[in-house]
């Protein structure tokens, strides 16, 4: 019988009061969220304003003659890099050509 008058934490004479103290708890527990909430929605609030800021610089610049440079420098990079891939494989080509030429007309002259 002492177990359970342990477990149970007011008698009914205290249930009014206790009652009143979880309420003013819970109260108090919501008034903390509200504030934090609100400071929560301030930083928000700054976050929004930089991001608008950064926006507004970013339309400040003329964008578009830098992504036309950009793409240019890209294009030219690209045109460059296929012309040396080209070349690559030119030489290559005409080494394989001169060795097979070379060997067939050794083959040639060994059996002529």
Known sequence: MKAQKQHSSYTRDDDKTS?????LNISDKIAKIDQRMDRIDKKIDKVDQRIDH???KLDN???DTTSIKVDVGGLKFQQEESMRRYHE??????W???IVFTVIVGVMKFFY
């Open 19 to 23: 009652y009143k103290d979880i309420l």
């Open 54 to 56: 950064i926006e507004n």
């Open 61 to 63: 610049l003329s964008s």
């Open 89 to 94: 494989d030119v030489v290559r080509k005409r």
């Open 96 to 98: 394989y050509c001169g």
